[in-house]
C-alpha cells in the first residue's frame, strides 16, 4: 500500500490531469496528450519539462514513419509520487466526511 503525501508538484490541475493521463498508458505521444489535455505545444513541454526535471516523467523522441514524435511516460518515482498524492486527496475527503468528534460542535450547513 502506498503511503499517503501529498505532492505540492503534481497538485495543480493541469500536471494532476497529466500525470492521471500518463498513469493509465505505458507511453504515450506528445500530440494525444496536447489533445486529451487541451494544452498548447508550449503548455504542455513546460509541464513535461517540469515533470522530468523532478524525476516524474521520461521523454523520448522517436522516428515514426519519416517524423520524430516525442512521446512521455511516468518514471517508478513518478508513479509512487501520483499514488501517495491520490492516497492524501482521499484521506482528505474521508476526513471532510467523518462525523464531528466526540465533544466538537457541529458545523451549520450555512456557515
Known amino acids: 500500500m502506498t503511503d ?3 505532492d505540492e508538484l503534481i ?3 493541469t500536471r494532476l490531469s497529466l500525470v492521471a493521463t500518463l498513469a493509465a498508458a505505458d507511453w504515450a ?3 494525444y ?9 508550449s ?3 513546460k509541464q513535461l519539462t517540469t515533470l522530468e526535471e ?3 516523467v521520461a521523454t523520448e523522441r522517436r522516428l515514426t514513419g519519416s517524423r520524430h514524435k516525442r512521446f ?5 518515482i513518478g508513479r509512487d509520487a501520483f499514488e501517495g498524492h491520490i492516497a492524501a486527496l482521499q484521506a482528505i475527503l474521508a476526513n471532510a466526511s467523518a462525523p464531528a468528534a466526540e465533544g466538537q460542535p457541529e458545523k451549520h450547513p450555512l456557515g
Open 11 to 13: 497538485h495543480p490541475s
Open 54 to 56: 523532478a524525476g516524474y
Open 4 to 6: 499517503a503525501r501529498f
Open 72 to 76: 512521455a511516460r511516468l518514471t517508478d
Open 33 to 41: 496528450l496536447k489533445d486529451r489535455l487541451q494544452l498548447s505545444d
Open 43 to 45: 503548455a504542455l513541454s
Open 29 to 31: 505521444e506528445f500530440a
